[in-house]
């Protein structure tokens, strides 16, 4: 992602525009606005501002074809996620991340599948501090 894109996150209107162009990309402006959920009442003025801002952030670029310009997301879907969430942990929790994973697990709905995920990523990050000796405990 652009340094300018780590500085500036995307507002919740922003990231509603890259859910389409991840979903539906390459799309011209036209597209964008159409593909967007039907509860917005976005103008589509609106929108174009959107991917211009957007443009400035190097979430999404573009292919001037023609007249024409086809936007498409310039960052993968799980990088921006990723980057979006520590930003949150940055400005809300500091270091204290155990209170925020705790909140988290209370009240999200998690299938046995996703708890198994967590497990193994945890036992991985207690692998790596720990050099990799096996798991503490087992």
Not at 100 to 128: G, M, P, T, W, Y
Not at 129 to 136: D, I, W, Y
């Amino acid at each position: 992602m652009s340094k300018d894109a780590e500085s500036a996150p995307l507002s919740p209107a922003e990231w509603e525009v890259m859910k389409t162009l991840w979903d539906g990309g390459p799309l011209d402006a036209r597209g964008v606005f159409a593909a967007l959920p039907g509860g917005r009442k976005w103008a589509f003025q609106t929108v174009k501002t959107l991917l211009s801002r957007m443009v400035v952030k190097g979430a999404v670029a573009y292919d001037q074809v023609g007249n024409s310009y086809l936007y498409r997301a310039a960052v993968a879907r799980e990088e921006l996620t990723r980057h979006e969430v520590q930003s949150v942990l940055d400005r809300v929790v500091g270091a204290a991340v155990s209170p925020v994973l705790a909140h988290f697990i209370d009240e999200a709905n998690l299938s046995d599948e996703e708890i198994q995920k967590l497990k193994r990523l945890l036992d991985e990050k207690r692998n790596k501090r720990s050099g990799g000796k096996g798991r503490r405990g087992k």
